[in-house]
């Protein structure tokens, strides 16, 4: 666990700002995840593409892209099966050329839509729910379709994020590192 940390803070880390997002799903689909362990892969790629979606809409160059560190977690507090995931993400987007744009902040509304939106459209694609029941979601007041942002994290203060780099080591299952790419 030191070690992972260490070499995400050596080897993948920029010197940037970076956040925690941690990114949840409710009860009702949680089952599809259980019996089908490949929709958690898929369930990191719904995040990646939130995170690139938004962050890319808050800077200026339209090449740019964030770096992220998803894991999957099948776990809650009390050890029952809770999928959901932890992701370390830049604090806004790589240009071509290596500059950083700063993201100015985050309105949660907005990034659960859009997470809600791929997790069904993924979901739907994968035969797994129907239209009925996303219709029926969509009805919910709260869909249970979950993002938090923490606060930022400036890149010298080491221990923070070494601390969050551990953490999220410690709870992943599956992991997937996602620096510039463009999946």
């Known amino acids: 666990m030191i070690e992972y940390g260490e070499w995400l803070l050596t080897n993948v880390l920029k010197d940037v700002p970076h956040r925690q997002w941690v990114f949840s799903i409710p009860k ?7 019996f089908d362990r490949k929709l958690q892969a898929k369930l990191s790629i719904c995040a990646w ?9 808050t800077v200026p160059d339209n090449s740019a892209v964030p770096g992220a560190s998803i ?6 507090d009390f050890l029952n099966f809770n999928p ?3 992701a370390i993400v ?9 500059d950083f744009h700063m ?5 949660l509304e907005n990034l659960e ?5 791929e997790v069904l459209k993924m979901l739907k694609k994968e035969g797994k729910i129907t239209d009925a029941v996303i219709e029926n979601m969509l ?3 709260h869909s249970g379709l979950h993002v938090y942002v923490g606060d930022r994290i400036y890149s010298d203060d080491k221990a923070s994020l070494g601390n969050l780099a551990r953490y999220i080591f410690l709870s992943y299952k599956d992991l997937r590192v996602l620096l510039g790419s463009n999946s």
């Open 113 to 117: 839509e859009i997470f809600q939106y």
């Open 71 to 76: 894991t999957v977690q099948t776990y809650g």
């Open 139 to 141: 009805s919910w007041r």
């Open 28 to 34: 009702r689909l949680r089952i599809y995840l259980l």
């Open 103 to 107: 993201a100015p902040g985050f309105f």
């Open 49 to 57: 593409k939130v995170i690139k979606t938004y962050l890319k809409s």
């Open 90 to 98: 830049s604090d806004g987007c790589f240009s071509k050329d290596s």
């Open 84 to 86: 959901h995931l932890h």
